[in-house]
Each structure stands twice: as structure tokens, then as C-alpha cells.
């Protein structure tokens, strides 16, 4: 079972996530709403993987994953978001997310991103 941390501002987006998760046998640790409590919730309950929407309040998502990846660099992330601009894409991917998944998002993808481990994907 992996323990997984979701961080989206939509919670509908969030409760419908950790549902599919719980229902794949992944134990979901920890939610957040915005980015200050994604860097708190992160560090608090040490997450295996973590579900990041970029656009959130009062710290972007980007800035979350920039300040995860250097304080943990092994950290395993998924983007979850609707901005499809390739530069997006290029700056995640450089800064080493398992995948890019675009919403809205479907969960077959999920799993399926949730199953690499080295690589970046980006799923429509």
C-alpha cells in the first residue's frame, strides 16, 4: 500500500482522487488546499507520492515542487493540472516529476502513472 498525499483546492477534485485511491488499495495520508500546507503536510506525514495541481492558493504548485524536490529529491511527484503549455510541461519534467496528467484527468491514468518509477509521462 503506498501512502499518498493529494493537493488540490478543488475539494471535490480531492474527494474523488482519494476515493478512486482507497478504492486501489493506496492509503491516502494527507490532503492540502493550498501550497503552504502541502510543504507542511509533506514534511509532517512523509508521503511515498504526492498528487500536485499547480494552480493553488497562496503558494503556486510550481513553487511547492521546486521547494519539495530540493529539501527531498528523491520525492516522487504527479502533476495534476489543466495548464497544457509546454513550457509547463518541460519546466515539471525538468525538475523530475513521474508524470504530467492534463484535467480533466482520467482515471485509468492515474493508475497508470502511478505505476512508473523513472519515467515522465504526460497524459490527456
Known amino acids: 500500500m503506498t501512502r499518498m498525499m493529494i493537493v488540490d483546492d478543488s475539494e471535490e477534485s480531492r474527494f474523488l482522487l482519494k476515493d478512486f485511491l482507497l478504492a486501489h488499495d493506496h492509503d491516502v495520508v494527507a490532503e492540502a488546499s493550498d501550497g503552504i500546507e502541502a510543504i507542511e503536510k509533506y514534511y509532517s506525514q512523509k508521503p511515498e507520492l504526492v498528487f500536485l495541481d499547480l494552480v493553488i492558493?497562496?503558494?503556486?504548485?510550481?513553487?511547492?515542487?521546486?521547494?519539495?524536490?530540493?529539501?527531498?529529491?528523491?520525492?516522487?511527484?504527479?502533476?495534476?493540472?489543466?495548464?497544457?503549455?509546454?513550457?509547463?510541461?518541460?519546466?515539471?519534467?525538468?525538475?523530475?516529476?513521474?508524470?504530467?496528467?492534463?484535467?480533466?484527468?482520467?482515471f485509468n491514468d492515474v493508475l497508470s502513472a502511478i505505476s512508473f518509477s523513472d519515467e515522465i509521462c504526460i497524459m490527456e
Open 57 to 106: 492558493p497562496k503558494l503556486d504548485g510550481l513553487s511547492v515542487l521546486k521547494k519539495i524536490r530540493f529539501q527531498d529529491p528523491a520525492s516522487k511527484i504527479i502533476v495534476i493540472t489543466g495548464n497544457d503549455r509546454i513550457e509547463i510541461f518541460e519546466e515539471c519534467t525538468s525538475l523530475g516529476v513521474l508524470a504530467f496528467l492534463i484535467k480533466p484527468i482520467n
